[in-house]
């Protein structure tokens, strides 16, 4: 499985940014629509973090407490794209952030995913 993630950038605290990834190169008899996705964050000097993830229908999403309310995963399955909206950044939120993928379709980030992308970095300034 091949996820190219994209959208990173630097913005002030108080700011937006929305992540994009898409999905590729999924095992045979397996889509991106049969997948959850999700995405996790690394800042410096700190463990990779659970952010968020979305089931395979997009009906059921889970959230990391620290970004709860703040930020909103989606996916569009016709695309074999997730995205990451992120809304009132603030200066903790800077960190590389890695989409993932998981054949568990009611994957909701309790364990590690089966599949990682490269990360997009996120600057937040205050």
């Known amino acids: 499985v091949q996820l190219q993630a994209s959208g990173g950038g630097s913005v002030q605290a108080g700011g937006s940014l929305r992540l994009s990834c898409v999905g590729s190169?999924?095992?045979?008899?397996?889509?991106?629509?049969?997948?959850?996705m999700g995405w996790f964050r690394q800042a410096p000097g700190k463990e990779r973090e659970f952010v968020a993830a979305?089931?395979?229908?997009?009906?059921?999403?889970s959230y990391g407490d620290s970004v709860k309310g703040r930020f909103s995963i989606s996916r569009d399955n016709a695309k074999n794209t997730v995205f990451l909206q992120m809304n009132t950044l603030k200066p903790e939120d800077t960190a590389v952030y890695y989409c993932?993928?998981?054949?568990?379709?009611?994957?909701?980030?309790?364990?590690?995913?089966?599949?990682w992308g490269q990360g997009t970095l996120v600057t937040v300034s205050s």
């Open positions: 993932a993928a998981d054949p568990n379709p009611y994957y909701e980030g309790t364990m590690s995913p089966s599949s």
């Open positions: 190169g999924f095992p045979s008899g397996f889509s991106f629509s049969s997948y959850s």
């Open positions: 979305v089931i395979w229908a997009g009906t059921r999403r």
